[in-house]
């Protein structure tokens, strides 16, 4: 996987540069959380889903030729949530947001030889109604123990009681934390036409009337076990600009089961066609596994099929996939669906 990146990164660094794009095209590299399984880790604690040091700390490389010196290492802690302000602020744009953001810009570190963070900067990680802080120096644990990150990133000495005043205010962030995000959960529907091509991947939809998805992790995986019309593959959507939709449908389909007749039902508007051509690759990827991959789903190349074209009002209901007729033991199986405007 890391050469895979390396090579994939590289070629677009050298196509942005080959291109004369370098000054006005600010690269950004970042994972999203720790190993998922454990492993050597830089001494940190914790693996992906924890809320530890090793869970959550993760590279961040930021690339902008003649703007950020190359090779500056920034030791403030800083989080996902600060990528937003940064690119604002790097761009010359000033935006007002109807609520207040917890992000900040790192420009003045990025660029700036002598700039200074703050002490009282925090970073929340949550999960399941768990809660650690990390401050510049410590980090209190979803347990609320408290570990000098700076002498002991692998948390194996809890200083909570030699640091009682970093403990009870550290404490208190996440109890603020806790007041005010953990109760108010904001679900809402995915957005449809904010971009021309809107994919909705089966990792966000639901499985109805016997349909699972491919493996416990919903990340790629795919919809399966689709053995009679009862079922259906639903997506709560939002469509934010009216107009034509073409809905395509990923899928894979053995020869038993061609003639399926796949529907597409979204704010009253509905398309329907015929699955005729066979698709049926075999899974693959485990067997090129050094660990064993858990609830992480095998992968297999869907091919795209159009069902036809969705005349779509604006606002919020639910897309949702049914087989108006299966002739044969059972429908197919979905990785996406995108809608795409005319």
Partial sequence: MCENIDWNVGRLVSKIDELGLADNTIVIYFADNGPNSFRWNGDMKGRKGSLDEGGTRVPCIIRWPEHIPAGRTIEPI???????????????IKQEFPKPIDGISLKPLLTEKNAQASEDRYLIASRRNQVSVRSQKYRLDADGKLYDITKDRGQRKDVSKEHPQVTAKLKEVAKRYRGEMLPNEDKRPFTVGYSTNTPLPARDGNGHGGIKRSAGAPNCSYFTNWKNTDGTITWDVEVSEPGEYEAIVYYTCPKE???????????????????????????YGPESDRFDRGSESPVKDFKPFSLGTLDLPKGQGTLTLSAAKIPGDGAIEVRYVWLNRK
């Fill in 257 to 283: 089961n061609v003639g399926v007749e796949i529907e597409a039902d979204l704010l009253g508007q509905k398309t329907s066609a015929t699955i005729s051509e066979v698709h049926d690759p075999e899974s």
């Fill in 78 to 92: 800083a989080g996902a949530v600060d990528l937003l302000p940064t690119l604002l602020d790097f761009a010359g």
